[in-house]
């Protein structure tokens, strides 16, 4: 797939961006991140990307979610951190901080640790949500003890949190399934999945209005060139 990628560039002149994570929690790297380091013409950091997700597009429509896979390798562990402060640094004069999503957010410091109740803080006060996917992080060898998984503190500590599958077609679970590897391997109990499922409401919610919102610009714009 990834020598495809390169053919569409190479036979076309079409440029193509790739993201992802480089290695596992191991640090050996994955078979397409290999090739894709091998064959890459540039590689750069998502700083510049950031800045023009944050100053374009979350800008324009104060509504828009961010989405970054982060803390998802034991080797990279400020990732969350740095997500964080790229968006807050990318805020144009004026700007509050957009929706943020991060996938995954497995791996921090110690949350006992100055560094980690910082971010704690930054969470709470920019309102990111963190959504896990048990069977993916398994499955990928990105989860190499359960008793580590931070799911149970960050509920503790009141931070928005959520639940996913992380691709139903690649992994063969839904909804059903991850709640029960979270009942099961990390006992989240029935207060704690409420807790959870509030926040997936007020999201849910948001983007009802949302959609309802730019559904009726739309029918007045083609009104107005009808």
Request: hydrophobic share 40%.
């Given at each position: 797939q990834v020598d495809e990628l390169t053919?569409?560039?190479?036979?076309?002149?079409?440029?193509?961006?790739?993201?992802?994570?480089?290695a596992d929690a191991f640090t050996h790297l994955f078979p397409g991140s290999k090739r894709l380091l091998e064959v890459a013409d540039v590689i750069e950091e998502l700083k510049a990307v950031?800045?023009?997700?944050?100053?374009?597009?979350a800008a324009a429509d104060p509504n828009w979610t961010i989405r970054v896979h982060a803390g998802e390798n034991d080797s990279l562990k400020s990732n969350m951190a740095k997500t964080i402060a790229?968006?807050?640094?990318?805020?144009?004069?004026?700007?509050?901080?957009?929706h943020l999503r991060i996938g995954h957010?497995?791996?921090?410091?110690?949350?006992?640790?100055?560094?980690?109740?910082?971010?704690?803080?930054?969470?709470?006060?920019?309102?990111?949500?963190?959504?896990?996917?048990?069977t993916s992080n398994v499955r990928l060898n990105n989860?190499?003890?359960l008793k580590t998984h931070p799911l149970k503190s960050y509920l503790e500590h009141g931070i928005d949190c959520v639940m996913g599958t992380d691709g139903y077609g690649l992994y063969g679970t839904d909804s059903i399934d991850e709640q029960i590897a979270l009942t099961n391997f990390l006992k989240i109990s029935d207060e704690e999945f409420m807790q959870m499922k509030a926040t997936e409401a007020e999201i849910?919610?948001?983007?009802?209005?949302?959609?309802?919102?730019?559904?009726?610009?739309?029918?007045?714009?083609?009104?107005?060139?009808?």
């Open positions: 053919d569409i560039v190479d036979n076309f002149n079409i440029p193509v961006l790739c993201y992802g994570l480089r950031i800045k023009e997700i944050v100053t374009k597009i790229l968006i807050e640094q990318s805020l144009l004069t004026g700007q509050t901080f957009p957010g497995l791996y921090c410091a110690s949350l006992k640790s100055k560094q980690e109740k910082e971010l704690l803080k930054k969470i709470e006060e920019h309102q990111v949500v963190l959504e896990f996917q048990l989860l190499i003890d849910i919610q948001r983007q009802k209005e949302n959609f309802a919102k730019k559904s009726k610009m739309m029918i007045i714009t083609q009104d107005k060139k009808v």
